[in-house]
């Protein structure tokens, strides 16, 4: 089965610190790799995918994530983290169009003054 | 403007009673997700739908039902057997198609069982 492992339920980060949240895959084949954010009482937001057009991946506020094969790794960075980025963030994975998705325990970040 | 709507936000239930949760979206996808939340478990996937009229079990179903009539609606019911059915449930939808598969989601629904 398909699975990611989130290191670290919490990190905490300076104000303007670089960010680095953990993520490792298992998967037979190629896998789509998603990171998500979630502020409390919320839904999630997608951050950022992986679908295997281009290991560095942009996303929104930022961030930006590295697809590494040979470490089965996925871990989101910011260079600079801001107060705003305070929130639960979630990898996932998924290896078949329309199937749902297997999410990591989650990673609450703090970003302190 | 597109999106998901999950109502209610907040939802208490006394022990013993069914609650339907409603989740409805007009994003025209055709795959649909229930998600349980509890703190430090990340999201436990409930039951998914891929098409109208079909739906399968995830990983948590035991004590919940769900029903695909419209391509639009995905109701969930938390029945009484759920023993703990205290969470924050999230519902989703994807589209089916190739190089498009990240899932879109509702505000959530948090149930309390008093």
């Known amino acids: 089965a398909q699975s990611v492992t989130q290191l670290g339920s919490h990190v905490s980060v300076s104000e303007g610190a670089l960010v680095l949240l953990r993520c490792n895959y298992s998967s037979s084949v190629p896998p789509y790799l998603f990171w998500y954010v979630q502020y409390p009482n919320q839904g999630l937001q997608l951050l950022l995918k992986y679908t295997s057009a281009a290991t560095l991946v942009k996303g929104i506020n930022g961030f930006e994530a590295e697809f590494k094969k040979s470490e089965t790794s996925f871990h989101l960075t910011k260079p600079s983290a801001h107060m705003s980025d305070a929130a639960e963030y979630f990898c996932a994975v998924s290896v078949k169009t329309g199937y749902a998705l297997n999410f990591g325990k989650g990673t609450s970040l703090l970003v302190t003054p | 403007d597109g999106g998901i709507t999950q109502s209610p936000k907040y939802l208490f239930r006394k022990e013993g009673q069914n609650v339907t949760l409603s989740c409805e979206q007009n994003l025209n996808h055709d795959a649909m997700y229930w998600y349980r939340q509890d703190p430090g478990q990340g999201l436990r996937l409930i039951y998914y739908?891929?098409?109208?009229?079909?739906?399968q079990k995830g990983d948590i179903a035991e004590g919940y039902s769900v029903s695909r009539e419209k391509k639009e609606s995905f109701p969930l019911t938390v029945t009484s057997a759920q023993k703990n059915p205290t969470a924050f449930y999230l519902c989703?939808?994807?589209?089916?198609?190739?190089?498009?598969?990240?899932?879109?989601f509702g505000q959530g629904t948090r149930l309390t069982v008093v």
């Open positions: 739908s891929q098409i109208v009229n079909d739906f």
């Open positions: 989703a939808s994807s589209p089916n198609g190739v190089k498009s598969t990240e899932a879109f």
